[in-house]
């Protein structure tokens, strides 16, 4: 079990840095070449879905936790950020791209999104 | 015409070009007619990479550029066929421009040979192990370090980044997935504001977002049914989900 955490500005300009890092962090938990692609396609919509509507402004914690079968994400977005509607279109690319989705909301209102890819237990 | 006449009828312009003065209207014309001539090679020679994200236009545009370098290099005294002469050129020339022009970022050297390296390793475990290979197993197949791969991963995707911008007008129309969609959009928020969008798609785009997002079909699966390579639809995936998240946006 590793952990690993990021926070950026809330702007679209980070969500390359987060994407790559996903990427970076799922090839080490050994997930396939496929999860990994999707996993990236997810974290754009995560980002994407958490900073819609702020005007750049506050940020995007991240963070990772890489368990034997597992890796999950963890993205917070800034004060204000909308929790996901589950009759979203978001929420339907999100559900098909990783095995599973949350959101929490923190006492002070902050929405995470929690992403868990698994890790195929390999021959 | 039988191989062999075409082949002497080659020589006989090649020849006639040796003796013609380079620059006279004489010689461009014979120059244009060797082109001309074996342009059938060229596409067929471009076709080959026809699957990789660049319009085959483009290709054939390249390739055209090879057979010409080949026609202005080609020594008859030396005894080989043209076409076997020409070939390597041709596809160099087409290689290099996926080199070259399709790379977003400009992505060194090395990583772009194991980023290809990592592409066919991708392919051939897939196959093996009938089921998308880790980076571990793509490591451990080329003796490089899960670091490389996942730094050559890094390298391919700088370079589909570009790619999304080709259109699939060489793409086969998969015909009725528009009826379907709709109905997989029934009870999504937005889809008045969605719908719109998804008609700027073409064809394939929407089955594969169906397939993929209302079907949960993988990535591997759809490449599969649509004859595709698995990393062609992951840009297919990543264009069309930018397209829409930005449209939404805009509403």
């Known amino acids: ?40 396609l997810a974290v754009d919509e995560a980002f994407a879905v958490l900073i819609a509507h702020q005007p750049d402004t506050g940020r995007v914690a991240v963070s990772f936790h890489i368990h034997a079968d597992s890796l ?21 690319v999100l559900t098909a791209l990783v095995h599973e989705v949350k959101t929490q909301t923190s006492p002070d209102g902050l929405v995470t999104l929690l992403l868990t890819a698994k890790v195929v237990a390999s021959a | 015409m039988p191989k062999n006449d075409l082949r002497s009828a080659d020589r006989e312009m090649f020849e006639q070009l040796a003796a013609l003065e380079a620059g006279t209207t004489q010689h461009e014309a014979t120059r244009a007619a060797l082109i001309e001539r074996h342009l059938p090679l060229v596409i067929f020679m471009a076709r080959k990479f026809a699957d990789r994200g660049e319009p085959l236009d483009d290709l054939i545009q390249v390739g055209t550029i090879g057979l ?5 290099r ?34 060194p050297r090395r990583l772009q040979e194991l980023g290809a390296a990592v592409n066919k390793a991708n392919v051939e475990l897939t196959q093996k192990l009938v089921r998308s290979p880790t ?7 080329l003796g490089v370090t899960v670091d490389d791969v996942a730094e050559a991963l890094e390298a391919n995707s700088a370079y589909s980044t570009i790619s999304l911008d080709t259109s699939s007008d060489d793409a086969p129309t998969i015909g009725d997935s528009v009826g379907s969609l709709d109905g997989a959009l029934e009870g999504v928020e937005y889809r008045e504001s969605l719908k719109p969008l998804l008609e700027k798609l073409d064809d394939r785009e929407k089955r594969i977002l169906q397939l ?14 649509l004859g595709i390579s698995q990393m062609h639809v992951s840009r297919i995936l990543n264009k069309v989900l930018i397209h829409l998240r930005e449209g939404l946006l805009e509403n």
């Open chain 1, 1 to 40: 079990m590793a952990l690993i955490e990021l926070a950026v500005p809330a702007s679209p300009d980070y969500v390359g840095l987060i994407r790559s890092a996903a990427a970076h962090i799922a090839a080490h938990a050994d997930l396939t070449l496929e999860a990994i692609d999707d996993l990236r």
């Open chain 1, 72 to 92: 999950q994400i963890e993205m917070t977005g800034p004060a204000g950020s909308p929790k996901p509607d589950r009759n979203s279109f978001a929420w339907t």
């Open chain 2, 68 to 72: 010409i370098k080949a026609i202005d």
């Open chain 2, 74 to 107: 080609f020594e008859i005294a030396r005894g080989f066929e043209f076409s076997t002469f020409a070939t390597p050129t041709i596809v160099g020339e087409i290689k290099r421009h996926f080199r070259d022009k399709t790379w977003a970022i400009r992505v």
């Open chain 2, 135 to 141: 980076t571990k197993e793509i490591a451990k197949h």
């Open chain 2, 212 to 225: 993929r997002f209302f079907d949960n079909l993988s990535q591997s699966q759809i490449a599969t049914d």
